[in-house]
């Protein structure tokens, strides 16, 4: 039905399929599709990436967007449904700046749904079904920190109590990873103030063979045990709904694999040297091995879970069970949790609205590099999700609104000038966030840092700043503040 939407101090022709109901700063409003006219023109839209890596931020409305190149790093970076989509839009949300300092903004209150804009509406839908809107007309602060609320009653909320201060083994060594190398990090790390002890990627047969490698003879358990005994919670990494085709699962359980209506399988993004591909976590037998999966690292002593490339989980596909792609995820995510309750969770490469009230964390941006910038990516290839710390940065400090319902992963710091091209200013970005967000992490082993940088480790590691937000990117920390305006220019 066509009727004005009263929003205070706005008068709105809308369109959605039940009357709108009147709640605190906006209106909550029913159906498939909503579609509201804004009075706005080409404003700045607010868009909201599906995924941890999936660049967010304010775009302009007047500047279509550019797809990212090659086609196959859309499905990484992306949402592949509309990665190449001429009209501005965004997973779950969308918002417009009015122009006098509020903001419009419609968001859904369930999963599968994305937002659009042009020059004069603002439409939702849900990809299936349909499910209830929140539209709000306000400050920033408050507008986002409204739907936050309501997505938190629908959705749930996680990561209670402060977040964790990981050391995880990704940023220094990648995949070159030993049982030998992490123990001699682990001898190092005695004393400093770290709860978790995260194993990155580089320990198992093949990503989709979750075993030890050979260069970890003495298996996973014992490791776990070295780390309790270090004083840090063990954690692992895992890409559970991801496939390698060299692997041993890709061969023998084929019927396993995300297929399309035709039958061909899903392809999930380009990695390690080769394509990769999904897992339809509706197959009876893939939950199945998915629960033994948790339950054995689980029962080696892994008790902080970074689960990664997990938007695999919600790629369009013909499913055994015909649910929508990401109530197919929030499921497979769901039996992850119940099968581990006990189990922190790190959602990585995750879709963010579909992971929350489920995982104890999120990463909300793409990879930090101790490089600053991945320009020519960038710029020839409209690629802001490449790893580099101001692509982390920027991702991240437009998903500070979602600090309210689940701990925020703005991914790791650096304190060493070893193989850092990161200028100090750079590094003190990226430490500034980490201490907005609470989420401390480093790969930096101590034998790395020279005493000073070891000593500036400790402090970050301790220090916990009262944090107050002054303006979008303007924090106060205790008294002083920290300013990301200038690089977060569009
Ligand atoms: C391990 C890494 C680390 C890291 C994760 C994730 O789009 N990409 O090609 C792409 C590749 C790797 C990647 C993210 C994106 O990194 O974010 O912290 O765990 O996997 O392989």
């Known amino acids: 039905m066509e009727r004005p939407l009263t929003l205070p101090g706005l008068i709105l022709p809308a369109r959605s399929e039940a009357p709108p109901r009147d709640v605190p700063g906006g209106l909550i409003l029913s159906g498939r599709e909503v579609t509201l006219h804004h009075p706005f023109g080409f404003t700045r839209f607010y868009r909201h990436g599906w995924q941890s890596w999936s660049p967010t931020g304010w775009v302009e409305l007047g500047a279509p967007p550019v797809p990212i190149d090659p086609p196959i790093r859309r499905t990484q970076a992306e949402d592949p449904v509309y990665a190449a989509s001429r009209l501005p839009g965004g997973s779950g949300l969308g918002a417009l700046e009015s122009g006098d300092g509020r903001l419009l903004l419609l968001g859904a209150l369930g999963i599968g749904a994305r937002v659009e804009a042009d020059g004069a509406t603002l439409r939702g839908f849900y990809e299936e079904g349909s499910g209830e809107w929140f539209a709000g007309y306000s400050d920033e602060e ?8 309501l997505l938190g009653d629908r959705l749930g909320r996680r990561g209670h109590g402060p977040p964790s201060r990981v050391w995880c083994s990704w940023y220094s060594f990648y995949q070159g990873i030993s049982e030998e190398i992490l123990t001699a990090v682990l001898d190092d790390l005695r004393g400093f103030p770290f709860q978790v002890f995260q194993i990155d990627d580089g320990w198992q047969i093949d990503v989709g063979d979750w075993e030890p490698n050979a260069r970890f003879p003495s298996g996973m358990e014992a490791l776990a045990r070295r780390i309790e005994a270090a004083g840090f919670t063990p954690g692992l990494w895992l890409a559970p709904f991801l496939v390698r085709p060299s692997s041993r699962l890709f061969r023998d359980r084929p019927e396993w694999l995300l297929r399309d209506e035709q039958g061909r399988p899903v392809l999930a993004g380009f990695n390690w ?4 591909y999904a897992l339809d976590t509706t197959h009876p037998e893939v939950a199945g091995w998915l629960v033994d999966l948790i339950r054995r690292v689980g029962g080696w002593g892994y008790r902080y879970l970074k689960l990664d490339f997990i938007y695999a989980g919600a790629l369009p596909g013909a499913r055994r069970e015909r649910i929508p792609r990401e109530a197919a995820y929030r499921q497979a995510l769901a039996a992850v949790h119940e099968t581990a309750p006990d189990a922190y969770i790190l959602a990585c490469g995750a879709p963010i ?5 489920i995982a104890d964390a999120l990463r909300v941006g793409p990879d930090c590099a101790p490089v600053w910038n991945n320009e020519a990516r960038a710029r020839n290839l409209h690629d802001r999700s490449g790893p580099a710390a101001l692509n982390a940065l920027r991702t991240t400090l437009h998903r500070l609104w979602l600090l309210r319902l689940v701990h925020v992963d703005p991914d790791v710091v650096y304190f060493r000038s070893r193989d850092n091209q990161l200028t100090s200013r750079q590094r003190a970005y990226l430490r500034d966030l980490a201490l907005i967000t609470g ?3 480093t790969s930096d082993p101590p034998a790395w840092l020279d005493r000073e ?3 500036a480790l400790r402090i ?8 107050r937000r002054l303006g979008r990117y303007r924090f106060g920390l205790d008294d002083r503040e920290a300013d990301f305006s200038e690089i977060v220019a569009v």
């Open 353 to 357: 609205l579909a992971s929350l009230g």
């Open 460 to 467: 970050f590691l301790e220090t916990t700043p009262r944090v």
């Open 273 to 276: 040297g080769d394509f990769t």
């Open 453 to 455: 940088e070891r000593d």
């Open 439 to 441: 989420y401390k992490g």
């Open 142 to 149: 408050t507008v986002f920190a409204r739907y936050a609320e």
